[in-house]
């Protein structure tokens, strides 16, 4: 049973940083696809940055080059995704959450996950 645990999350002034940390197991697929996900306040849930068992990554154009996702010990039952978050805006409050995936897609739609973490907080002041 995969679960997905994450932390890290906290309030911050703009232009801080913060890293986001998700604890995984059971996560025992060849190919797969981790991602991060972020949903504010009356908005939907989107996609932030994913990593895929090919070793590319992905991120949104809203956080390109001020965000950084890694993930350690990728091809054990149990390894932990990593988003760094850099000079980070009032615009990139939301709750953030952990996904995983069986298969490399290369994607960042919600829809293609089947598992997620319940989230961690993340508020930025201006």
């Known amino acids: 049973q995969v679960q997905l645990v994450e932390s890290g999350g906290g309030s911050v002034q703009a232009g801080g940083s913060l890293r986001l940390s998700c604890a995984a197991s059971?996560?025992?697929?060849?190919?797969?696809?981790m991602a991060w996900f972020r949903q504010a306040s009356g908005k939907e849930r989107e996609g932030v940055a994913g990593?895929?068992?090919?070793?590319?990554?992905?991120?949104?154009d809203s956080v390109k080059g001020r965000f950084t996702i890694s993930r350690d010990n990728a091809d054990n039952a149990e390894s932990t995704l990593y988003l760094q978050m850099n000079s980070l805006k009032p615009e990139d409050t939301a709750m953030y959450y952990c996904?995983?995936?069986?298969?490399?897609?290369?994607?960042?739609?919600?829809?293609?996950?089947?598992?997620w973490g319940q989230g961690t907080q993340v508020a930025v002041s201006s």
């Open positions: 996904a995983y995936t069986v298969g490399s897609w290369s994607t960042l739609e919600t829809a293609a996950y089947n598992y």
């Open positions: 990593i895929f068992s090919d070793g590319s990554t992905r991120y949104a």
């Open positions: 059971g996560v025992t697929a060849k190919r797969d696809s």
